[in-house]
């Protein structure tokens, strides 16, 4: 089943703008992590979150969590075209041992 | 560092056909993970290993798909017999241990079942 659900189903910006994608879930969890998947391959790990932080930055990206709303939001400042990809939010939950419920993803387009 | 390995790529079968997919991990990474992805969806867990004992698997179908992980390194994962909603793809991912720790996906097995 999927815990998470991702906000919205797709988006399409054009390069610099900013991009923002939104993730809630349903249960308690230790950590919330956001991996990118490029047509055709694996996923790629962006930024693992704790229950206990509230915000977290890696170069253009900036993670917020809000465990009272369940709530997760992605932003990725100054967007390129590389930028285009599947963006995925993933649970593990409390006592989860590092499982990992992946939400329905973020289809973005990022255009010249 | 070399990345988690897969092959084949793609693999095409009939339906009632078995098929197995192989994963090499990230040396010294304890935790295995196959996914299951279906065109448009999150991954899915399938199975979850730690070494090379089974931590959770319990959302593999364990009447057609079985999974094992030898010496604590490789693992395959094989489907018998093949349904037509096996169609997906077949992800392994691994971890250097069981909590708080991001996973690194291989590219993953393209199945197709005909």
């Known amino acids: 089943s999927q815990q998470g659900e991702e906000d919205p189903q797709a988006l399409s910006i054009q390069e610099g703008e900013n991009a923002t994608m939104n993730c809630s879930y349903k249960t308690s969890i230790n950590n919330l992590q956001w991996y990118r998947q490029n047509s055709g391959r694996g996923l790629v790990h962006l930024i693992l979150?704790?229950?206990?932080?509230r915000e977290k930055h890696s170069g253009r990206l900036r993670v917020t969590l809000d465990t009272s709303k369940k709530s997760s939001s992605l932003l990725i400042t100054a967007s390129r075209a590389a930028d285009t990809a599947s963006y995925f939010c993933a649970t593990d939950a409390t006592g989860g041992g590092n499982k990992l419920t992946f939400g329905t993803g973020t289809q973005l387009k990022v255009e010249l | 560092e070399a990345g988690v390995a897969q092959s084949p790529r793609y693999k095409i079968i009939e339906k009632r056909q078995s098929v197995a997919f192989w994963c090499n991990p990230i040396?010294?990474?304890?935790?295995l993970y196959w996914y299951q992805q279906i065109l448009g969806q999150g991954p899915k867990l399938l199975i979850q290993f730690q070494n090379n004992g089974v931590v959770d698997d319990s959302q593999l179908p364990k009447d057609r798909f079985s999974a094992e992980r030898l010496k604590g390194v490789d693992s395959t994962l094989k489907i018998q017999p093949a349904k037509l909603e096996d169609s997906a793809v077949y992800l392994c991912a691994s971890s250097p241990g069981p909590s708080n720790q991001p996973q690194h996906f291989g590219d993953g097995t393209r199945l197709s079942i005909l």
């Open positions: 979150i704790r229950s206990n932080e």
């Open positions: 040396s010294g990474h304890a935790t």
